[in-house]
């Protein structure tokens, strides 16, 4: 049997270097067979009723897990036809009017989103002109950090971008700027700080500056709105949701990512239509055929059996960078767990680490190489890159660079990623590699759906719930208080 999994699609799972003698065996496959069967059962019941077995809220209550609806538009369950609209004209409404976004949020009400801007703006979008872009705004991010400078130098950087505009002679022409400030509980202090910091001195630059705010936020718990909400309610600003039952790691297929993307011109609606794709290549029982299934049951093997507890998240490509970043969210705080469902204490989880190639293989490949036999590594490729320069034979008395001469820059980059797989397997060092055919909405979708879908399977098959986090609590616990004693000693009230 090949040791590829291919979609129509174009999409591939290649794990011939994690799979047979010396890897996960087709044995160790065969003995978790019935976990296996019930990881599956138990996903599609998450999927028909949204029941998760005892997942419970932050606040204890049982919680349902509602994530893998969000691809279905045009059955109308959590994103709907209208409300995919709303987002493309709120997005459309932006163009040659705002001339720069700042997005607030952090955890899932960030990472995602940062990688649907790497993927569909690059390096360069903000310094590019609003030809370049499209009409499209410039966008920065904040609020995934409480960072004093950085926060400092963004403020100073949009108000050198207003005083830029007001002299290049439009003088009716105020500076636009829409903050979007994200957040499902409504009340998260790094987000809440840098967007009242931001505001504030905005706003403090009318008429010169308009600034515009609009808010994704949860649902209000008992009848009450979060307290983004009530702010939102209060001030008129546009609300989009993050829903019930759809946490911040899962969330970048909500209006979460959605409005963020809408707001760049990014093809939302292809992204769903990848995820879709991939949620039903991933309906079969069938463990080799199911693409999420069988990447969840190979990580949990190699984990379990060959000692692999960290897992090296290694897209070859700059702008896949932030995707490594949202995914070590997606494993550390899914599957990060001291107890299992029955209350045994497991501490299950595997430690993800984020790498590019090549960059990586000038820092991280020596240990990976040569260091302890703990780790997966799990490429991601590029099959056809939209801009691929041609290599030119700029020095030809110089053999060593007219090696690499004549090819596109793909050429090499692939190259250097097989050469890397290469050495690691001959060493018996397991790794995998997801094959994109093209870097776009489409296959984006597909890509962080298999990653958001496995992690499902793989918490049935480690017994733990990848949907909760409640090891995060421990910090905040302390941190309430010790900054309520800072700001008393500091104000005296
Ligand atoms: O995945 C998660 O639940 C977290 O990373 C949250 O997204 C993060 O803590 C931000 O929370 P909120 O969206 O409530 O501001």
Known sequence: MDNVLRLDSGFAFDFSNLFGPGRVTQEDVASVAAKLAAAHSAVERMRATGVVEGHLSKDGAPELVLFTQLPYVQEGNLNTPSSVRRLLSFGEGLRHHTDAVVSFGIGGSFLGNKVLFDVQCGEFWNSKDTQARNGWPKCYFSGNNIDPRRTSELLAQLLAEAKSKAASGSYAEPYRVLLIVISKSGATLDTMSTFMVMLDALQAQAPQIEVAVAVVTGPPVAGEPTLLGRLAEERNWPVFAVPDGVGGRFSVFSEVGLLLGACVGFDIEAFLAGARSMDEACRTPEVRRNPALWNAALKYLAAQRCGCRTEIFMPYGDYLKSTAEWYVQLLAESLGKRLDRTGREVHYGRTPVVA???????????LHQDGPRDKVVQFVQVDRWAEDPLIPDLFPAVPKLTEISGLPMSRALDAALASNATALAADGRLTATFHLPEMNAFHL????????????????????????????????????????????VRTGC
């Open 356 to 366: 590019v190639g090549t960059t990586d293989m000038h820092a991280q490949t020596q």
């Open 445 to 488: 979708g597909e890509l962080l759906y298999i990653l958001a879908l496995s992690i499902a399977y793989e918490g049935e098959l480690a017994g733990v719930d990848a949907f909760d986090q409640p090891g995060v609590e421990a910090y905040k616990k302390i941190l309430g208080p010790l900054l309520q004693e800072q700001r008393r």
